[in-house]
C-alpha cells in the first residue's frame, strides 16, 4: 500500500460531458474525502464520508455532482453536465476517525 | 465561520535566511491547526501540527490563541525547502474536515 490513489491522473472533456473519478484510500481509513482545488486557492472541501456514509456535503456541491462509497473502500466523484467552471485538480483524502488526513495525487479536470 | 487567511502569495528569502510564513485563522470553537506543504510535482503532505509540539525539516510553528495565528517559522531556510506551503484547520478532535488557506508559494535563492 503506497497511499492515497486516484485515477486518472488528467481528464480533457468537452463541455456538456459526464466524467467520473476514482479514489482508493489507505486500506485500513474509515473517513475518505474530496477536495476541489483551482488555481492560486488552497484546497476547498467537497464531501466525505465514514465508511460507505456520506457524512457532510458543501455548498460548493452542486446538483451535477455526486459522490459514492459503496462497500467503504475506494470512492467515485461524478460530474454531470460539466461546465468550464469545473476544470480544477480534484483531490482525495483518507484518514483514520480521527486522525490526519492523507491526500492523493489528484485528477486534474479540464473543460474545453 | 472558520477561515484560515495566509496574507502572502510569495515569499522570496536567500538560501541560510529565516523564513516566516505566517497564517491567521478564524474559528469559533477549539481549533486543531495543521501546515501541509506541496513540492514541486508532488501530492500535498503534512509538514507539522500544533498538538504534536514538533520540529520538522527545520521548520516550528506555535499556537498564539490571542493572536488567533500559527505562523511557521525555520530559523535558516534550504533549497530544498522551496514549496507550496498550505495553513489548515479542523476542529480539536481532527474529525471534522480540513480548511485550508491559499497558501504561500517559498522560494529559497541560492
Known amino acids: 500500500d503506497t497511499g492515497v490513489s486516484q485515477n486518472p491522473r488528467h481528464k480533457i472533456t468537452k463541455r456538456g460531458q459526464n466524467v467520473t473519478f476514482r479514489c482508493d484510500p489507505i486500506?485500513?481509513?474509515?473517513?475518505l474525502y474530496w477536495y476541489r482545488q483551482t488555481l492560486g486557492q488552497g484546497p476547498e472541501f467537497l464531501t466525505y464520508?465514514?465508511?460507505?456514509?456520506?457524512?457532510?456535503k458543501s455548498r460548493l456541491l452542486s446538483d451535477r455532482f455526486s459522490a459514492e462509497r459503496p462497500k467503504g473502500s475506494f470512492s467515485t466523484l461524478e460530474i454531470q453536465r460539466t461546465e468550464q467552471g469545473d476544470s480544477a485538480m480534484y483531490l482525495c483524502?483518507?484518514?483514520?476517525?480521527?486522525?490526519?488526513?492523507?491526500f492523493g495525487p489528484g485528477t486534474r479536470l479540464t473543460v474545453l | 465561520a472558520q477561515r484560515v487567511t495566509q496574507p502572502e502569495k510569495l515569499l522570496s528569502v536567500f538560501k541560510g535566511a529565516p523564513v516566516e510564513l505566517k497564517c491567521n485563522y478564524s474559528?469559533?470553537?477549539?481549533?486543531?491547526l495543521f501546515w501541509y506543504v506541496q513540492y514541486s510535482r508532488q501530492r500535498l503532505q503534512l509538514l507539522l501540527r500544533?498538538?504534536s509540539r514538533e520540529s520538522i525539516k527545520g521548520f516550528t510553528a506555535d499556537l498564539n490563541k490571542g493572536e488567533t495565528s500559527f505562523h511557521l517559522k525555520k530559523p535558516f531556510a534550504q533549497e530544498e525547502d522551496s514549496a507550496m506551503y498550505y495553513c489548515?484547520?479542523?476542529?480539536?478532535?481532527?474529525?471534522?474536515?480540513?480548511?485550508f488557506g491559499k497558501g504561500t508559494r517559498l522560494s529559497v535563492i541560492a
Open positions: 474559528y469559533s470553537g477549539s481549533p486543531e
Open positions: 486500506s485500513e481509513h474509515n473517513r
Open positions: 500544533h498538538i
Open positions: 489548515a484547520l479542523s476542529d480539536y478532535s481532527g474529525n471534522t474536515p480540513l480548511v
Open positions: 464520508f465514514q465508511n460507505e456514509a456520506q457524512l457532510e
Open positions: 483524502a483518507s484518514s483514520l476517525s480521527p486522525g490526519v488526513k492523507f
